[in-house]
């Protein structure tokens, strides 16, 4: 459904110099400043796949998503949706796309939402027919008839997201991006919303695209994920081989019954490992030991027997590296191997 090859994307700006005199200089000077914002990125993405664009602040994201929308065309590199260059064949990329972006809308802000729909109806010629068989579906997947005759000022910001959801929904596009979709609602209408983009998804086989930092999206919504970082591409695989190859961390949580018999063990010396090649570390706590190593270093079985040889185990808890902390990781440092 789209391909990206090799696009990059060079913003260029007069220089600006400090203070007045600089100001005046700048009157007079030819010199540029070119900021590489996307960095020579690829991938496909497949019909009916939903997959998460996630990256920092300012690492590329949203121009990415621009470029593929048709709304900026790529320095160098193609961009093709459906078959179509986006920035060059704006109409008929509009036709095949719906877009969310979560701090703006499409909707008239003064008309009721009934009569935004019914403008974009005529907008993208729907059919009187079409129109009917979608408006029902979005309804009992969005709630929207709660408040459909309110003017779009009127609404709640849950409210509002619906709407817009509906509104890039309403032609059946192929594709659907979403720029941080769930960003400052609250708990219920964020599952409702996530709830809403499957059922889509199961449907319609809509492709979606979204952008997001809350993680809670990600995992939700997303099999296959592409992490950029200054304009490149650093990672593009599914989740679990992301948390398999990076999320390195196990954490064994053992309620044990006789807390002191704890006091002078040696874990690492009783497995015959070292503490820093398997990244080991203990926290006790009354009759609580925690023990944090690497998965690929050790084994849950072998830490448990380590300990049970000693005192009884009660009761037992397994923790793997959360995604955010992952995601996290990957945002202050990178990877230590690029992904291609």
């Avoid at 065309?73 to 459906?82: F, M």
């Avoid at 974009?120 to 979608?134: A, C, G, H, T, W």
């Avoid at 970082?229 to 190859?245: H, M, N, Q, R, V």
Wanted: charged share 30%; net charge negative; aromatic share 6%.
């Amino acid at each position: 459904m789209i391909e990206v090859k090799h696009i990059s994307k060079d913003f260029v700006s007069p220089k600006k110099y400090p203070g007045l005199k600089g100001a005046i200089k700048g009157l007079f000077s030819n010199e540029k400043v070119v900021k590489k914002a996307v960095d020579d990125i690829s991938f496909t993405i497949k019909d009916g796949e939903i997959v998460g664009y996630i990256g920092s602040n300012g690492a590329g994201k949203s121009t990415t998503i621009k470029m593929m929308t048709g709304i900026l065309a790529p320095t160098d590199g193609e961009c093709l949706v459906n078959s179509i260059n986006p920035s060059k064949q704006r109409k008929e990329n509009a036709q095949n796309i719906g877009v969310v972006f979560g701090q703006r809308t499409q909707l008239w802000w003064d008309l009721p939402l009934s009569e935004s729909f019914t403008i974009l109806k005529e907008i993208y010629n729907v059919s009187d027919e079409d129109y009917k068989e979608r408006m029902e579906f979005l309804n009992n997947v969005l709630e929207l008839s709660e408040f459909f005759d309110r003017p779009v000022r009127t609404l709640s910001l849950g409210q509002r997201m619906r709407a817009d959801l509906g509104a890039a929904l309403l032609h059946n596009p192929k594709v659907l991006y979403l720029d941080e979709p769930t960003i400052g609602l609250d708990l219920v209408v964020k599952d409702n919303i996530r709830k809403a983009i499957k059922e889509i998804n199961e449907k319609y086989q809509t492709t979606v695209i979204l952008t997001t930092h809350d993680i809670g999206d990600i995992e939700e919504l997303c099999s296959r994920i592409i992490i950029i970082d200054e304009g490149k591409k650093i990672y593009d695989g599914s989740l679990e081989a992301l948390k398999d190859t990076y999320g390195t961390k196990r954490k064994v949580s053992m309620e044990v019954k006789k807390p002191e018999k704890l006091k002078n063990l040696d874990l690492a010396g009783k497995l015959g490992v070292s503490l820093k090649d398997c990244e080991m570390e203990f926290d006790k706590e009354n009759n609580l030991l925690s023990v944090t190593f690497d998965k690929h270093k050790l084994q849950v079985p072998q830490v448990m027997n380590a300990v049970m040889d000693v005192t009884e185990v009660k009761d037992i808890q397994i923790q793997e590296t959360e995604l955010a902390e992952i995601v996290k990781e990957i945002y202050n440092h990178g990877l230590a191997d690029e992904a291609v």
